[in-house]
Every structure is written in structure tokens, then in C-alpha cells.
């Protein structure tokens, strides 16, 4: 008996392992001041979003630059679906009435934004996952630009190039993190599966996995699908995080750049990786902000962030973690 | 007469995407290095065309030509040369970060707002007969893209580094055993790519008349497109994708109603869409990319 326990506990060790040390993060950084909290409450969101890029990304072994469609598409749904009825009359006053008048909880609406992107992987999915390496990735920018022209133009509904404001304001760190937990745990078990398993071989030798009955295209629909479930829900917390909604500043494309380095600089072949780029980008990029302010040269952060990034990537190919998961500790191996 | 000067607008875009295209597919094509810092050299080049505004003007483009030329060999050199042997995917991460390093280096220096610039008056000029107006810088950009193309395919045809790139780009490996020296034929691959970005910059400068530190940005996403639709690691694969892309712009734009105009970005991307999902090899397939089993 007491061995199944230990075979499970090892079994979700490596996400277990990760949202304990997590857990500290985040208890340490509430006793920090409030700019430290901030600084971790975003950096959760992002890993949100890296975890859902690192499902599919790491498992399938196609490049994407399209996941901040599903960012944006979610983000939207959940402002229409949570934001205040008097805010909504005033912003968006030519809503479709069902959402003019419908003032949901702010989980549900998560949940069924988080949908919406699912739904919309699925159908961009079943054209686009029959293509390869970097078509696909090219393919799934399309479906980018479409997605985000067309929400430009649609005034009524998202202020087009002007800035949507008062959605309602929920995340704080712990909810941050129970967010986090929730995308490790998915990620974890989809890795576990025997749809993980097979579409990893499909990444690792595409001629054998098919030769041994992998259905590659269903199988990266899957991850797909997944990934973009988890990417839009960081979508959504990042916009009820900050409590406005734009895509001035090309802020979205260079969201996908900055989550793929992410996911690049920490190791994109496990769950491990995807967390550890985050928080070291995180770190070197705020010690370097907060190193910057003495020097009194503004700008000097990012350029150092640049070289990090580059060192790692030329010193470390597979990334931070190497492809690792957190070592199992000795009392929970199998002896014997 | 509408026609025609369509036909020259398309072609001026065409060309000025097809010298883009071309930078980014001859990096592909030798180290399967998708450059996203391509459009910051650009970027760079009109920077110091900027500032070297008051010289006259063959001062002006030449020293923009020369910094997009040595911004791209110094990236080479220090940024990409390390990660040679590297996954793709990981030189794709470079290259961000690469382009994330310019635009942050000219933000620091010169700051993030617009600034405007008038290198050649000259080539702002119209010249208007019968019906026509056409612009000098068109005609500019036509001949600029003309000349270029064909030195590029001299280069490659006759000179002996060009015949060493091409035997890079089938089989880099290979190459190598048979004496060809890879870095000075990957440095000089570079050193054409600033080339091309440098004269891009002229006409992009010319067009615009802004300096702006994400300037770059839509250019490498157009190349991009052109590279894939026109069949990665093919050359002339680039130009008809640059070409390609760019003519169905300047019809889109001429044949779109004002209330879908706004949409033409999607609608260029849809079309990119359609084209990949029923010819995802691209225009021009090369057997080189095909995985051997």
C-alpha cells in the first residue's frame, strides 16, 4: 500500500516538485513590497502562457507564432463575459445584447474563454497541423494576423486600436499561482498520456512513429487544442491583471517572441524548462532594471537581457534545464 | 493607362519584398537560420542614412548601406557564428534576440518616438505624362531591385566564393570536405544580406520618410511569407514569392472597396493560408530540404 503512494508521489513528482518551489516563490514574494508582488504576479501569468506554448511546442516539435491569437481571442470573450453591465453600456454600448447584459463570475468566464481558444485550435488546427517545421509555424502566424486585423476593425466589440479599460480586477498572487498549478497539472498529465507519449515520438522520428500506427496529424491537433486551452487563459489573466485590453504597440507579437525565447532559454523539452526560462528571464530581467537606475542610462537592461539570452542559447542548446525534470529525491526511488 | 501604372506600383513593391525575401532566403538556404533580425538591419541603415541626412546624398545611402553591411557581419559573427551547428529552432530564438538587442540599442541612443527625414528629394519627384503619374522612386525601386538581382545571380554563377555558397546551401557538410570554407562563405552571405537590407532601407526611407526603432518588423514578416510561399531555400523561389506577395497588395488595394480596405493585411494572409495549406513545399520545391529516410 504504502509503495502505490510512493510509485503516484513519483509519478507527479516533477510537477509536484515544481509548484512547491513555486509555492515559496510565492509566499516570499508576499512579504516583499508591492512592486516585487507585481513583478511575480506577471511572471506567473507569462509561465501560463509558456506552459501552454511548451505543451504543444515540446511535445510536437513544430515552432508556433500564432499562440497570441488564442491570448487575444480569450482575453476578449472574458471582458464581454465578466465585465461590469454599466461599464459594458458605456464602452462596448452596440454589444450583442447577451453580452450587454450578462455580468458572469470571473472563473467561468476564464474557463469559457479558455474554451473559445480551444474551439478555434481545433478548426485552425485540422488544416494547419498537416504541415511542417517552420511552414507550420508560418501557417499559424497567419491565422495571427487574421485574428487580430479583424478584432482591430471590430470597433463594437473591442474599441478596435484604442484601449479597452475597467475589466474587472481578480488576479493577486495566490490566484496567480493556483492558475499556474492548474496549467502544470494539465500539461503534466497530457505529457503522461498516451497521446503525450506518441506524439513525442512522432517529434523524435516522424517515419517510425507513423510506421507504428501514430495518427501524427490527430495527435498534434490534440496538443494543439490543449495548449491553446492554456495559452488563453493566460491571455485572460494577463488582461484582468493589468485591467485593460490594447493591441497598440504590437503588443502581442512581441509577447510571441518573448514567450518562445522564454521557452527556448529554459529548455523546451520539459515542464521544467518552460518554468525555469521563465523565472531566470524574469530575474535578469528586473536585476538589470533595478541595476540600470544607479548607471542612469535607461535601455541598458534590455541590451543585457539580449546577451543573456544569446550566451545561454550558445552555452546551453537544450536550454536551462537540458530537458530535464527535476531529480527524483532518494526517498521516493524505487528500491530494489 | 490604369493598368500600367498599377503594374509599375506592383512591381515596385514586388521588388522592394523580393530584395527582402532574398536576404532572409540566402541565409536560410545556407544555415537554415531564419534571420527575424533581417528588417533591423534595415532598421540600422535608415538610422545612419538619418543621421548622415545634412551629408550629400551619396554620402548619406552609402553610409547606410555600409551599416546595414557591417551590422549584419558583426550579428554573424558574434551572435550566430557560435550557434552554427545548432537546431533550427534555436537560431530562430537568436535571431530575436539579436533583433531585440538593435531595436533596444537605437532605442537607447536616439529614443522610441518617429523621426521624419528626407534623404533624396529627387527621387520624391512625379513624373506626370498623359494620364500617368508615376513616381520617381518607383522607377527607383524597379531598377534598384533589377540591378541587384542580377549581380546576386552573377555572384553566384560565376564567382568562385558564389559557386562555393551554392555547393553550402545543397550540403554544407559535403562542402567542407571538399575545402570550401565555410565561415567566409557564411560571412559573405551575410555581408549580401546588409547589402540587400541597405538598399531595401533606401527605398523603404524614401517611401515613409520615418525613422522608427520597430521600423524593421512588417518587412521581415512580409519576406517571411515570400520565402515560404516561394519555396524555402530556393533563391529564385524568393524573388517570385517577393514578387508574388507584393502584387497581390497593390491588386488588393486597387480592387478592394473602402470598407474592406482596412482588412487587406488579413486578406493578403488568408490567401498566404490557402496557398501553403494546398502547396505547403511552396512555389519552387527544393530537394535538398526533403528529409532522407
Known sequence: M???????????????????????????????????????????????????????????????????????????????????????????????????????????????????????????????????GIVAAIGTFA????????????????????????????VDLWTAFGFVAGALVIAHLYDQSKFGLSLRASRDDLVAAKAAGVNVVRQRLIAFVI?????????????????????????????????????????????????????????????????????????????????????????????????????????????? | MIFLQYAIDALSVGGLYALAALGIGLIFGIMRLVNFAHGDLLMMGCYAMFMLAAAIWPVTILGGVVIAILVAVITERIAFRPLRSADPTILLAASFAVSFFLQNFVLMIMGGRALGVDIVPALNQHIVWDSLSISVLNLFTIALSVILMGGLSLFLARTRIGIHMRAASEDVRMARMLGVRVNLVVATAFAISGLLAGAAA?????????????????????????????????LTGAVIGGYAVGILEVVLGGLLPLVILPYREALIFTVVLLFLLFRPGGIIRVAALKERV
Open chain 1, 143 to 170: 491565422v495571427f494576423t487574421i485574428v487580430t486585423v479583424v478584432y482591430n476593425q471590430w470597433d463594437s466589440y473591442t474599441k478596435g486600436a484604442s484601449t479597452l479599460i475597467g475589466l474587472p480586477t481578480y
Open chain 1, 2 to 132: 504504502a509503495d502505490r503512494h510512493v510509485d503516484v508521489l513519483a509519478k507527479f513528482w516533477p510537477v509536484l516538485s515544481l509548484i512547491l518551489g513555486l509555492a515559496v516563490i510565492v509566499a516570499l514574494a508576499q512579504l516583499g513590497p508591492i512592486s516585487i508582488e507585481r513583478m511575480v504576479i506577471k511572471a506567473l501569468i507569462m509561465m501560463i502562457v509558456v506552459i501552454g506554448l511548451y505543451t504543444f511546442i515540446g511535445n510536437s516539435g513544430l515552432l508556433s507564432f500564432g499562440h497570441s491569437t488564442f491570448m487575444v481571442v480569450s482575453a476578449y470573450m472574458s471582458a464581454w463575459l465578466t465585465m461590469p453591465v454599466i461599464r459594458k453600456k458605456i464602452m462596448l454600448p452596440d454589444i450583442w445584447s447577451g453580452f450587454g447584459q450578462m455580468e458572469m463570475h470571473v472563473l467561468p468566464g476564464a474557463l469559457l474563454a479558455g474554451l473559445l481558444s480551444a474551439f478555434l485550435a481545433l478548426i485552425v488546427g485540422i488544416p494547419l497541423m498537416r504541415l511542417s
Open chain 2, 202 to 234: 533606401i527605398v523603404v526611407l524614401g517611401k515613409t520618410g520615418l525613422v522608427l526603432p520597430t521600423m524593421g518588423l512588417r518587412l521581415t514578416l512580409i519576406a517571411f511569407v515570400a520565402v515560404i510561399v516561394g519555396g524555402m531555400g530556393s
Open chain 1, 227 to 336: 495548449s491553446a486551452f492554456i495559452t488563453g487563459i493566460g491571455g485572460v489573466l494577463y488582461v484582468h491583471f493589468t485591467a485593460t485590453i490594447t493591441q497598440a504597440n504590437l503588443l502581442y507579437l512581441n509577447l510571441t517572441f518573448i514567450t518562445i525565447v522564454m521557452l527556448m532559454v529554459g529548455g523546451m523539452r520539459s515542464l521544467f524548462g518552460a518554468v525555469a526560462g521563465v523565472v531566470a528571464i524574469s530575474i535578469v530581467t528586473e536585476g538589470l532594471r533595478a541595476a540600470e537606475k544607479p548607471v542612469g542610462v535607461s535601455g541598458l537592461g534590455e541590451l543585457g537581457l539580449a546577451v543573456f539570452m544569446l550566451v545561454i542559447l550558445a552555452i546551453r542548446p537544450s536550454g536551462i534545464a537540458g530537458g530535464k525534470d527535476i531529480p527524483l529525491p532518494a526517498f521516493l526511488r524505487r528500491r530494489g
